[in-house]
Nanobody, 119 residues
């Protein structure tokens, strides 16, 4: 089992920045690929960014590329999402999730943290 707790969400004006954190407890954090996802009201959940177990490989959705950066610190059991140049359309509940590898589903999810970007 892996328990995930997100933090860092809040209300920010367009153009501002936030950094989300997701801290894991339970099994060895470095053994899991991690991802950030978001879901806006009335919309399907979408992948925001992913990072491999070592942190050596990352993926960012086109909608956030150049503005958001995923990173991880395995010594702190934490994955981050640095969000810059925020837009109102980034408003959503953001979730982190863990999976054993690329061939696996994301089995472990956090409770989510709200990000609201005002125009």
């Amino acid at each position: 089992q892996v328990q995930l707790v997100e933090s860092g969400g809040g209300l920010v004006q367009a153009g501002g920045s936030l950094r989300l954190s997701c801290t894991a407890s339970g099994r060895t954090f470095s053994g899991y690929d991690m991802g950030w996802f978001r879901q806006a009201p009335g919309k399907e959940r979408e992948t925001v960014a992913r990072i491999s177990r070592s942190g050596g490989s990352t993926y960012h959705a086109d909608s956030v590329k150049g503005r958001f950066t995923i990173s991880r610190d395995n010594a702190k059991n934490t994955v981050y999402l640095q969000m810059n140049s925020l837009k109102p359309e980034d408003t959503a509940v953001y979730y982190c999730a863990a999976r054993k590898g690329a061939a696996y589903q994301y089995d472990y999810w956090g409770q989510g943290t709200q990000v609201t970007v005002s125009s």
